[in-house]
Structure formats: C-alpha cells, structure tokens
C-alpha cells in the first residue's frame, strides 16, 4: 500500500476541494487531495459541466467544466498529490496528526495511507454510486453496467440505454455511430435531457422504446435478453440484447466517512465558526459544511476552504499564525 | 429548509423527480409523492425535473400553496415513518395526506 506524508489532506477534489488545495499551498503547506471518482471537479464536472454559473466572484458567467479547468490551473501552483479513484474510509487522530486509509475503486490497486496534521473535509453531497436497475439481479459487470468508460468496449455490440436523463441520451448517442443497435428505453415519452441532445436524438438510429420499463433480464452468465413492459397497457415483449446500460440517475452517500463520529445533521458535518468539526484536527467545508445560518453556495464554499486552511496553519507548525496578512504583501 | 411537492402531482405522479434526487428523500403516496423535509439536502435537482411543474423550494412557495409545506412534513410523521434515509428502503406510502386524499382536482 502506498504511503503519502503531507501537511493537509483534502477530502473532495471538488471546487472546494481545489480552491482549498491552492490555499493550502499559497499557506506554505504541502497538500494531498483525495476523491473517489476518476476526474477532478466533484458535481461541476460530474453532473454540469456545461451549466453556467453565476455566483463566482469576479465571473459574470462561468461554465462548471471552466471552472473546474481553472481551479486545477490554480491548484496545480501548490503542487497538490492528487490521489483519484481513492475512496477516504478509515481515520485515527493522533496527538501531533492524522492518519487516513483509503480504498481504491480499481481492483488490485491496494489503496493509499495518507499521514497529515490535518484533514480538510469538502466531499460535498458525499460519494456518488448508480442508482441500481431494480430488474438488474445479480448480471452487474456480466453485461449490465452503469458506466461506460471506454465506448470501443461495447462495438458491435445491440445496446439498451435504460433512463431519461442527460447522461442516457448522451450515452445513446456516442454509442450509436460504433455499436451494432442501439435502443432507448424510458418510462415516459419526454426526455430530460439537453434540447440539442434530444433533437439530435430523433435524428439519429437510436430506437426509442416508450413509455417502457425493463422488467426482468434474462440469461446464463452474462445478459441475453430483456423483458420489456409497457407502462400503461403493461404488455410486454422481450428483446436479444448483449448489454444494457442504466443511467437512471446517481445517490450519495458519505459512506465510510459517517462513521468517523463526526457530528451531523441531515448527511452534513457540523462545524464552529473556524470550520472545525467535533474531532480534533478535522476540518470541512462546502456544501458538506453545515452550521446555523448556513447557505450552500459555491462562493460560500470558497470562502470556507480559506477560514478553514488558515485555522489549520497553527496546527502545521506552531510558530504559523491563522491570519495571513494580505495576498497581494505576500508575492 | 426542503423542496416541497404541490397539488399539481396528484393523480399524475410522473416520478421523473426520484430519478433525479441525489439522496433517495422523495417518496411515492397513492396519489402523491412527497418530498421528506428531514432529507431532503436543497439540491433543487427535482424542480425543473418535474414536467407539471409541482416542486418548489419551501421559500418560493405560491402563496395558495404554501399549505403544502406542512403536509409533506406531517405525512411522514402522522404514518409513523420518520425519516428512514431513502425510499428505496421502505413500501409506498400507505396513505396520503388527508388533504391530498381527499383532494379535487
């Protein structure tokens, strides 16, 4: 198992995450970020990349991915370790640090033990999992999947896209030029997704197969078929298909991290004015924050990476004060 | 502070909304579905989610509505239920908010 000696760690590489990692750095502290999943950028990247946003500071408008890209820029002045598709699942505070483990998401790679002085934690609504396919059963990874990291897997292959959404249509559509069929299948008529999406769907190949729910998958070691009902007249007809790829939506979780006897109030970690949580040398921020008065904005979340990196300070070495001065004195 | 479902659902239940909520805290009634203010994390992922436009945030509440506020908190607490961290968890609701029930549209 590797091992990783820092003065902070990040949990989240979300905008929190990032901004409190080139904080940590303009602090003088070496810093290690940590997530879950294999892209930085946490929601903005996971679920609105191309949404603009319009609570930044100094942006009048801003893409969620050109945020995400300049955050890293930013970041990547501190030197950061990044450690991604690491999931933080145990911890143990020590009286000069904390020592957290990590899982990895990839078999066969042994995870990470991450030693710092401090913990910043900005994991945001938690990790995010596949809603499971209620008709799944057991044929997860034997032709039932939910993500589709590399398109060229699934060549040749007659495709089912379950699900209404953006990443179901956007999946349909980037499979639809390389395998043998693609067939769309959503409870209702109308798509959620993005109206260019939708629009370049009814131009495309893609079967749309509504209003239908997968009822049952059939097959030996991997999935052969799929029984289809429809949503009102609840006929039903089966359909030969070698894969089915459901994209009906993600839950969260703090996972492991809820059992760390942090203090929480509706899957939040509460935290005193300095961003402190009840453990000693554990801090959070964003979304993940919560206190009286809270409001959950990303600017906010900004501003709390930087109270909580300048709290930590002190904890990184004792002759560092928690007030910086001003940022333009310092270069 | 929680989004909150509205009469606009009843009879409808189009459940777009559980495809998009993130934590799993919008729950199916017999003619309604109600979001659970206790888990309900403020994403606001729901509201465009829903084609009949029946979800708002507590705070931007149709003044003739806002009585809708109260009865997607008290349903979980009149039927016993609580907050049991996620739908998926347990049945469909047994019943519906008296009002909700016996509701004319």
Known sequence: MDEVTVDVLIIGAGPVGLYGAYYAGFRGMSVAVIDSLPEVGGQLAALYPEKNIYDVAGFPAVRGQALVDALLEQAQQSKPTFLLEQRATTIEIHDEGVTVGAVASTPGDPGVTVHAKAVLVAGGMGTFEPKELPAGGDFAGRGLRYFVPRLADLAGHDVVVVGGGDSAVDWALALEPLANSVALVHRRDAFRAHEKSVAQLQESSVELVTPFEVVEVHGGDAVERITLEHVESKEQHQRDVKTVVAAIGFLTDLGPMAEWGMDLKRRRILVDRTQKTNLPRVFAAGDIAMYEGKVALISVGFGEAATAINHIAPLVNTKWKTTPGHSSDAL | ?105
């Not at chain 2, 239940?13 to 934590?23: G, M, Y």
């Not at chain 2, 009002?99 to 549209?105: M, Y």
Request: hydrophobic share 35%; net charge negative; proline share 9%.
């Open chain 2, 1 to 105: 502070m929680a989004y909150v479902v509205t009469d606009a659902c009843i009879d409808v239940q189009d459940k777009s909304c559980i495809e998009e909520c993130p934590v799993d805290c919008i729950y199916t009634g017999p003619r309604m579905m109600y979001i659970n203010p206790e888990e309900c994390v403020d994403c606001g992922r729901c509201e465009p989610a829903c084609p009949t436009v029946s979800i708002y945030h507590e705070e931007d509440l149709p003044a003739d509505r806002e009585q809708f506020a109260a009865i997607n908190e008290t349903v979980f607490i009149t039927l016993g239920i609580g907050s049991p961290g996620g739908a998926r968890k347990i049945p469909p609701l047994a019943a519906d908010h008296e009002e909700v029930a016996s509701w004319t549209k």
